[in-house]
């Protein structure tokens, strides 16, 4: 098992729409975990930081990490264009060296 | 403007070259490290450094190899014994290992 999957989409909304992404992950250790946002032909930049144990909101972002089914999920309330985008889940590896990459899904919101 | 500059954007070359990517930060940070975005797989990491003058290899760092002489700069040398170089390269930094990672713009390589 890969230690991060995602589903790689696409995943298509129209605006305004909730939208839900999702990460799995096999090792209980992984302490906190990322979710960056990756623009098309662009580097990753930070969206959100939260610990294993609780969720965190910022703005109309969601995280949400269920360390009993070892999911972590990201909410993105009244969705707009400029969300769309590929959305990477990345917890810490277990050196705590380096950040492990889920493959990403990509979210489309269409006007 | 504190940041983390990859160059160039775009560069091609030939089968059988050499060729060094420039990462640069001025974030003061500790950690630097190198990735490799092909479609459909992700990031991967070819290598990472903790500090200055110490590097490690990542899960795909055969045919490239790194330096780290000053705390700024970790250039990437994609060498002839990469088989399949072309991809898109990105350098991140942290402030320790394992920290949040901010990153590059990226450098997209073409080998012809």
């Known amino acids: 098992q890969k230690e991060v999957e995602q589903d790689p989409g696409p995943l298509s909304v129209p605006e305004g729409a909730i939208v839900s992404l999702n990460c799995t992950y096999s090792n209980s250790a992984f302490q906190y975990f990322m979710w960056y946002r990756q623009y098309s032909r662009k580097g990753p930049e930070l969206l959100m930081y939260t610990y294993s144990s609780g969720n965190k909101e910022d703005g109309r972002f969601t995280a949400q990490v269920d360390k009993s089914s070892k999911y972590i999920s990201l909410f993105i309330r009244d969705s707009q264009p400029s969300d769309s985008a590929t959305y990477l889940c990345?917890?810490?590896?277990?050196?705590?060296?380096?950040?492990?990459f889920g493959k990403g899904t990509t979210l489309s919101v269409s006007s | 403007d504190g940041g983390i500059t990859q160059s160039p954007k775009y560069l091609f070359r030939k089968e059988g070259q050499n060729v060094t990517l420039s990462c640069e930060q001025n974030l003061n940070h500790d950690a630097m490290y190198w990735y490799r975005q092909d479609p459909g797989q992700g990031l991967r990491l070819i290598y990472y450094s903790q500090i200055v003058n110490d590097f490690q290899k990542g899960d795909i760092a055969e045919g490239y190899s790194v330096s780290r002489e000053k705390k700024e700069s970790f250039p990437l040398t994609v060498t002839s014994a990469q088989k399949n170089p072309t991809a898109f390269y990105l350098c991140?930094?942290?402030?320790?290992?394992?920290?949040?990672?901010?990153f590059g713009p990226g450098t997209r390589l073409t080998v012809l």
């Open positions: 991140a930094s942290s402030i320790v290992s394992g920290d949040t990672q901010y």
């Open positions: 990345a917890p810490p590896n277990q050196a705590g060296t380096a950040l492990i």
